[in-house]
């Protein structure tokens, strides 16, 4: 299933493609409490963070930025 991206997410300039492929190539998921953060590389091998919230018939990401060091330990 495809993400769907919501404005939120390209605050920090991360492109539709490069949000796609970190989603389809998680390397981590942390699951927090109001959202699922997936640890992914960008098309260039540039790890970035995507904060994703949804259920079993819908998944949207709401957030994606460079991975920050809290989520590369």
Known sequence: MEPVILS???KHRITDLDMQHAFRNSIR???????????????H????ELGCVGDLDSIFIIHAMRAREKYLR
């Open 8 to 10: 939120s997410a390209r």
């Open 29 to 43: 998921i942390e699951i927090l409490d109001d959202c699922t953060m997936h640890i992914g590389s960008d098309r």
């Open 45 to 48: 091998g540039n790890l970035i």
